[in-house]
C-alpha cells in the first residue's frame, strides 16, 4: 500500500493506494504524528510521498524516513513527463500533480487540468507529455472575501445554488458578479484553448467542483481527487525507476 500526503493551504488530505487503486481517503485540519502513524499501521503502508504547499511537520518526515521509502516531493523529483515550466523550483506542487495525473489519464492527447480550489488553476500538457504551464486565479472563496474586505460596507457571503445573472439585491449582486463571472471566466479560457488544440481532454477537479462541472458547456471530465492521483503516479514511477536494474 502508498499513503499519499497533500498538505494545503486550507486542508491537509491524504489517500491509501493498492498500486493504481485509490483505497481510502480523507481530510484534516491537522495532521500529527499520531494521525500518521495510525496510517501506516492501519493499511501496512511500505511506501510514501508528501507534497508540501506549507511548512510540512519535520517530525513526521524524518519518521517516515526512517520506517519505509518515502518521497518528499521537490522540483528535483523525477516525475513521468517532460517539465518545460519556466521556473520549476517556483511550481506548485498540486499544480505539478495535476499535470502528471492528466498525462496519464490522457494517453497522449493533449490535456488541461481546472483545478478549482483556493485558486483556480489550469495547467496543460502536450501530446508529447510535455507540462507547458498554466495560469492562475482567485479561487470562488476567494473572491467573496476580497470583496468584503476591500470595501466598507459589501458583506462577505458565501455560495448559494440560485445565482441569477440580474440581481436585485447586494447579495444578490454579489452572486452574479463572482458566480456568473467564474464560470464565464472558465468557460471563456476553455475556449482559447480550444482555438489552438482542437484536440483536447479537459479534467476538472478541486474542492469548488460540484459549484460548477454542469455549468461548463464543454464537454469535461470531473476527477475529484485528482491531485492525489498524480502524486501516486509520481510514487509508483520512482518506485518502478527504483526496481530496475543498472
Known amino acids: 500500500m502508498q ?20 483505497i481510502s481517503m480523507g481530510k484534516e485540519e491537522q495532521m500529527d504524528y499520531d494521525f500518521v502513524v495510525n496510517l501506516i499501521s492501519t493499511y ?11 511548512e510540512a511537520p519535520q517530525l513526521d518526515i524524518a519518521y517516515l524516513s526512517t520506517q519505509l521509502r518515502t518521497i518528499y516531493l ?3 523529483t523525477p516525475i513521468p513527463i517532460k517539465n518545460s515550466y519556466g521556473n520549476p523550483d517556483g511550481l506548485g506542487k498540486d499544480r505539478l500533480a495535476c499535470a502528471v495525473a492528466i498525462a496519464s489519464l490522457s494517453q497522449g492527447i493533449p490535456c488541461l487540468s481546472i483545478d478549482m480550489g ?9 501530446q508529447d507529455l510535455e507540462y507547458i504551464g498554466g495560469s492562475i486565479a ?9 470583496l468584503h474586505t476591500f470595501t466598507a460596507k459589501l458583506p462577505l457571503i458565501d455560495f448559494q445554488n440560485h445565482h441569477p445573472l440580474i440581481g436585485n439585491t447586494t447579495e444578490k449582486s454579489l452572486l452574479s458578479g463572482v458566480i456568473n463571472g ?9 475556449d482559447m484553448y480550444l482555438d489552438q488544440f482542437p484536440k483536447l481532454n479537459i479534467y476538472l477537479t478541486g474542492g469548488d467542483l460540484l459549484h460548477f ?6 464537454d469535461t471530465f470531473a476527477v475529484p481527487n485528482l491531485v492525489l ?3 501516486n503516479e509520481i510514487l509508483l514511477f520512482n518506485e518502478q525507476q527504483t526496481s530496475q536494474p543498472h
Open 44 to 54: 501496512q503502508v511500505t511506501s510514501c510521498i508528501i507534497s508540501s504547499v506549507i
Open 138 to 146: 482567485p479561487g470562488l472563496k476567494m473572491r467573496f472575501k476580497a
Open 118 to 126: 483556493t485558486a483556480l488553476k489550469f495547467d496543460f500538457v502536450n
Open 213 to 218: 462541472e454542469n455549468k461548463l458547456k464543454s
Open 3 to 22: 499513503l499519499v500526503l497533500d498538505l494545503g493551504n486550507t486542508l491537509q488530505k491524504w489517500g491509501i493506494f493498492d498500486r493504481n487503486q485509490l
Open 182 to 190: 467564474m464560470i464565464a471566466e472558465i468557460n471563456g479560457m476553455i
Open 74 to 76: 521537490d522540483h528535483s
Open 229 to 231: 492521483k498524480g502524486l
